[in-house]
């Protein structure tokens, strides 16, 4: 098997074959009832749910909508986020961890009831959700886990057996779960946000929040928009007081395949218990099925050369499926919290018209999908039961403080690590398609030579917090291991927390 198989740039499969509508770049001051930052799955949903409760509200993206994580994901619509219950009862109690559930299965229901009655084409099926194993340790947890699911009164089933051509020990079963083209879902109720007269404002940075009673969110180009609430559903949120998120909060990546296989997919959506983990569902793709596998966590900036993830991937394809055909390969950054549940909600218990959605931990479908319920319910005045479950300003003892020492740990071992030891290579060193952190006047920088042979130049300091950057040679981009920003080639933001771009470096 060759490597080549694989698509030499990364593309999602949901982007492609698709029309984007554009929208303006905000040019002068506005007014609207509600300022929403972010246009991925919880950004529109939130706009679109305000607007039908008639307020008139502005979405605002940093780049094109979609066009984030919402972009990337492998789009499974299910409450099974891996082996999540019995660590929630264990840490949080049985009756949040029940709130949890509740939660993500409502939206579930939400978008299937959304896809039946306005009949959007988004290639919706209801499909079983698995979790399996193969190791005594990943039974012992299925078992856990399966517990957990009956004492939550959990519909689920204990099996020995899936239908993938995997050897298996155990599997739980998570029924009448669902996966869709979540694309074609969020632009059918794009077209009804700005039917109901609804703006939206692309290539639009928002960078800080004006606070008071009519705040105002300002935008890099210096413009404002006023406004009664103002909803952050950027990734990482654009505004980050006075949570200091990036304390609170790791960002890891993941990888996808999309491949045309020799065998047949029976249907399902699969995620495995033992490391490395691999997740597997199926779209359809001209007629066929197009296996969407997935897998190879780690924390952004760190660990292997990145493009030996997808090879990992591409592996583990052939070996199951027999591989014809990778028309696609995309990866995704997703944020952690402290304690594994979303921040959704106020900011802060002083601040009641700033509002934040964040830390999905890799199930964005329905964490986002129920941020949107939620953030609809606070703004309009309506009681909601996941109010304290997704609370902000929450803090659980236990697992917050282990994990919240652990992750600012390690973000201060690479941030000093990254200064230590001389640098060999110069700019003259690195060969056509290479990254490389070189020597220029004494100095670090990050160079990159693209496929005409140009040399791209930039600062090698995250502008966050001066973390020294990484190469990542799957996406080509510059990572940073301590927070998880990531900037392209000529230093622009692509992720946050980092929010100014890097400074280009011209040789002399």
């Not at 947890?141 to 020995?160: P, R």
């Not at 997808?310 to 027999?322: D, H, R, S, W």
């Not at 917050?400 to 990254?418: C, R, Y």
Request: charged share 25%; with cysteine; proline share 5%.
């Amino acid at each position: 098997m060759e490597a080549s198989k694989m698509p030499q740039f990364p593309e999602p499969y949901w982007r492609d074959l698709l029309e984007f509508p554009s929208f303006p770049k905000l040019d002068r001051d506005i007014e609207a009832d509600v300022a929403i930052v972010g246009g991925g799955i919880s950004g529109i949903i939130t706009a679109y749910l305000l607007v039908q409760e008639g307020l008139q509200v502005a979405l605002l993206d940093a780049s094109t909508i979609l066009n984030g994580t919402t972009g990337h994901t492998t789009a499974k619509i299910t409450a099974q986020h891996d082996l999540i219950y019995d660590e929630f009862i264990n840490h949080l109690g049985e009756e949040k961890a029940k709130l949890y559930y509740e939660a993500n299965n409502e939206a579930l229901l939400f978008i299937k009831n959304m896809v039946q009655e306005h009949n959007i084409e988004c290639d919706f099926t209801e499909e079983d959700a698995y979790i399996y194993g193969n190791t005594d340790s990943s039974v012992s947890k299925i078992n856990q886990e399966y517990e957990a699911y009956k004492k939550l009164g959990i519909a689920s089933q204990y099996v020995e057996s899936i239908p993938l051509p995997l050897q298996v020990k155990a599997a739980i079963v998570m029924k009448q779960q669902a996966q869709f083209h979540p694309l074609k879902f969020l632009l059918h109720l794009l077209q009804a946000f700005v039917k109901n007269e609804g703006m939206i404002y692309e290539n639009t940075t928002a960078v800080t929040i004006e606070k008071g009673d009519r705040p105002k969110v300002i935008t890099r180009d210096g413009y404002s928009v006023t406004c009664k609430n103002v909803v952050s559903c950027s990734h990482f949120p654009f505004y980050d007081m006075p949570n200091l998120y990036f304390t609170r909060m790791y960002a890891e990546r993941s990888y996808v395949l999309g491949i045309k296989a020799e065998k047949d997919y029976p249907g399902g959506m699969y995620i495995s218990a033992d490391s490395p983990t691999r997740s597997l569902r199926y779209t359809t793709f001209n007629g066929e099925k197009l296996i969407l596998v997935g897998g190879e966590s780690h924390k952004t900036g760190q660990g292997i050369p990145t493009i030996q993830h997808y090879e990992a991937l591409e592996a583990f394809g052939e070996e199951v499926f027999g591989i014809k055909e990778i028309p696609y390969r995309w990866s995704a950054q997703d944020l952690i919290t402290l304690d594994k549940i979303p921040y959704i909600g106020r900011i802060s218990d002083n601040q009641s018209n700033i509002f934040v959605a964040t830390g999905y931990r890799k199930w964005g479908m329905t964490n986002g999908t129920a941020a949107a319920l939620l953030l609809r319910d606070l703004i309009i005045g309506k009681e909601n039961p996941y109010t304290e479950l997704y609370s902000p300003s929450r803090f659980h003892a236990d697992p917050s403080i282990k994990n919240f020492i652990k992750t600012n740990a390690d973000v201060a071992k690479h941030l000093i690590g990254g200064k230590i030891g001389i640098i060999y290579r110069t700019p003259e060193d690195v060969d056509i398609d290479e990254g490389a952190v070189v020597n220029v006047n004494g100095a670090r920088a990050c160079a990159y030579r693209d496929e005409k042979g140009c040399l791209h130049l930039v600062d090698s300091n995250c502008t966050h917090m001066g973390c020294e950057l990484e190469w990542n040679n799957g996406e080509r981009t510059w990572d940073c291991p301590c927070h998880g920003s990531r900037f392209s080639v000529d230093g622009d933001v692509i992720e946050g927390p980092a929010e100014k771009p890097l400074k280009r470096i011209e040789l002399e």
